[in-house]
């Protein structure tokens, strides 16, 4: 397990001339091989800081093992604007920068944001004044909020939404930007969740707010205008992936109980977690199996209707008659046994809502339809079938992804099932 300790950092300007007392916010920038952005985005957030931010401040460069000139840039900055420092790391890695100077802060409230300055500035003072004020602990700017306005491309729009939906199925996240380079923490906070956040690199945001959430913290969100910088040099592939080995990791780690998440939470000051109601599965892997039945039930239901009307209608036709009849089934199934929702409350409005997941899912069998076509203009039965499988299985997967994070979220739901269960006879 990796941990940032005061090693990380071999060198530290300090600035010139050195801060008056204790910060109330210290905004970290964390930067590698940014010699061309550095100056320019530095000295227009100071000079944004000193115009218009009514709190005291430090700002640090957190310069992570940059190779170009970025150091004596960092360096030379800090001789010159009051209130600003740098340090320097001798290993890469975003979530390493931050926790180094995290760790050590003094300030009230620890904030970083990305040194392209992406997110507007206007967005810091909303999103620092209510951990100052202990109204929240954590506060994260979120670019998917319908009064934010970004400007980025498709790519980027479709794999953020699809990393924060896999995150609610998942991990049962409530926040809704996990990613977003701006956030800030009250310092008595993360000097108790960075301890326990293992990644150094940009899974490291969302470590960090799985343990906030988890251990019970107030998480503010704030819209915020965004610009996308066309120059990133993330690699999308490679982060993608290492995100997805932290998530398998952070569930197996609440699935066994190696994050202490009870003395966390009693170190913070919140309750005890409560206790599962009875009879409701909740663990993803419980969901998962009962998910997956249902699913087998219903793709076999599916393949029967399927070869029973195929006679009368046309390849389109049976196919979307025999998904409808087998998507209210299943939607019905799931409701109750998977995801522990009973009683005809919202019953309705869960049955529209998986009508809309059957949408997709037709779109995907009925594309996969259409495909084979046209490949092949007159395909046996037996490849129609074998192409629908493949299909009806990537609609699976689709559909317990949205069930999970949208129809059914406990949040939605949730008091129906506290209800239930003060209602049902002890025995």
């Known amino acids: 397990m990796n941990r940032t300790t005061d090693q990380d950092l071999v060198e530290l300007a300090e600035p010139r001339p050195p801060s008056i007392g204790v910060p109330a916010v210290e905004l ?55 209130g600003v420092r740098a ?50 602990d954590v506060a994260i700017g979120s670019r998917l909020s319908r009064s934010s306005r970004v400007v980025r491309g498709a790519k980027r729009e479709v794999i953020s939404r699809c990393y924060n939906l896999l995150l609610r199925a998942t991990l049962r996240a409530r926040f809704s930007d996990a990613q977003c380079g701006f956030k800030a923490v009250r310092s008595d906070c993360a000097r108790e969740l960075l301890p326990l956040v293992e990644d150094t690199g940009w899974f490291f945001d969302t470590e960090l707010l799985v343990l906030a959430e988890r251990a019970g913290l107030r998480i503010h969100e704030v819209p915020v205008d965004w610009v996308d910088d066309p120059d990133s040099r993330v690699d999308v592939v490679a982060t993608a992936l290492e995100d997805l080995r932290g998530i398998v990791r952070i569930i197996r780690a609440l699935r066994t109980g190696a994050l202490p998440l009870a003395q966390l939470r009693h170190q913070l000051g919140r309750g005890p977690l409560r206790p599962a109601v009875p009879g409701t599965p909740t663990s993803l892997a419980r969901q998962a199996t009962r998910f997956a039945a249902v699913g087998v039930a219903s793709t076999l239901a599916y393949l029967v209707l399927y070869v029973l009307l195929r006679a009368p209608l046309d390849a389109q036709g049976a196919n979307f008659t025999a998904l409808l009849a087998t998507a209210v089934a299943n939607t019905a199934a799931n409701r109750r046994l998977t995801f522990g929702v009973r009683g005809v409350r919202h019953a309705a409005r869960s049955q529209l809502e998986g009508l809309t997941v059957f949408g997709l ?18 395909p046996p039965r037996v490849l129609e079938l074998a192409v629908l499988v493949g299909a009806n299985l990537a609609a699976t997967v689709l559909r317990f992804l949205l069930f999970r994070a949208w129809v059914f979220h406990p949040r939605r739901h949730g008091a129906e099932r506290v209800r239930r269960s003060s209602t049902t006879p002890r025995g």
């Open 28 to 82: 970290v920038i964390p930067v590698h091989d940014e010699e061309a952005d550095l100056e320019p985005s530095l000295l227009r957030l100071h000079q944004y800081l000193t115009a218009h931010f009514p709190f005291s401040f430090r700002v640090t460069i957190a310069d992570n093992a940059s190779t170009d000139r970025t150091w004596p840039l960092a360096q030379d900055l800090a001789a010159r604007l009051p």
């Open 87 to 136: 340090v320097h790391l001798d290993r890469k890695g975003r979530g390493r920068a931050l926790q180094a100077v995290w760790s050590q802060s003094d300030a009230t409230v620890v904030a970083y944001m990305d040194v392209d300055l992406s997110t507007d500035l206007a967005a810091l003072l909303p999103l620092v004044a209510p951990l100052l004020s202990g109204h929240s």
């Open 361 to 378: 899912g037709l779109a995907l069998t009925s594309g996969a339809l259409a495909a084979t076509t046209w490949a092949v203009p007159h």
